[in-house]
């Protein structure tokens, strides 16, 4: 998924991807944008939930991606 905005992190094709993904990858860059990209978004709350209650789903990243998830 190319998310490159808050708006397109709203949208409802990558909310249903996420649904069936395995896991997500985040790439490097600014990790305040991808951080202020997700707050209060329906994605990050099924992120958190999927991540929280599903022992396979799998979350990564690379450089500003891993620190973006350090909480």
């Known amino acids: ?7 397109a992190a709203k949208e ?14 985040f790439s490097g860059g600014d990790q ?9 978004t329906e994605f990050l709350e099924l992120l958190k939930h999927r991540y929280n209650t599903e022992p396979n789903f ?3 990243g690379t450089s500003a ?6 909480r």
Request: avoid cysteine; hydrophobic fraction near 45%; aromatic fraction near 6%.
């Open 1 to 7: 998924m190319h998310i490159g905005t808050e708006e």
């Open 12 to 25: 409802t094709q990558y909310l249903e991807r996420l649904k069936a993904a395995d896991g997500v990858l």
């Open 32 to 40: 305040s944008r991808i951080t202020q990209m997700f707050l209060g």
């Open 58 to 60: 799998v979350i990564g």
């Open 65 to 70: 991606g891993a620190m973006a998830m350090s």
